[in-house]
Nanobody, 123 residues
Framework: QVQLVESGGDLVQPGGSLRLSCAASGSIFSIYDMGWYRQAPGKQRELVAA???????NYADSVKGRFTISRDNAKNTVYLQMNSLKPEDTAVYYC?????????????????WGQGTQVTVSS
């Protein structure tokens, strides 16, 4: 079982930037597609960014053009660079490995989530 540890969350003003990190244990990190999810109070957890094992990326419409996901397989780490932050980006952010179901939609591989990292965007 891979363990995931998220970090980098903080309180930031609207328009600011943050860089989140997710460190994964285990030697098979590089074979997985990876994703960043977020969960705001009272809302379901949603996938906001994904990166394939080969480095291709895709994003939820709500963050496209503002967030950038990247990975460093040598460090078993995936990153989320968040720019032009908005109050609606406030949430706990989590990472997980990803797999695709029969319809091609991503789902999280590991049922045990990390503790997440809190991002609060407020003036």
């Amino acid at each position: 079982q891979v363990q995931l540890v998220e970090s980098g969350g903080d309180l930031v003003q609207p328009g600011g930037s943050l860089r989140l990190s997710c460190a994964a244990s285990g030697s098979i990190f590089s074979i997985y597609d990876m994703g960043w999810y977020r969960q705001a109070p009272g809302k379901q957890r949603e996938l906001v960014a994904a990166i394939t094992s080969g480095g291709s990326t895709n994003y939820a419409d709500s963050v496209k053009g503002r967030f950038t996901i990247s990975r460093d397989n040598a460090k078993n780490t995936v990153y989320l660079q968040m720019n032009s932050l908005k109050p609606e980006d406030t949430a706990v952010y989590y990472c997980n490995a990803l797999a695709r179901d029969y319809s091609g939609r991503y789902y999280p591989v590991f049922g045990s989530w990390g503790q997440g990292t809190q991002v609060t965007v407020s003036s």
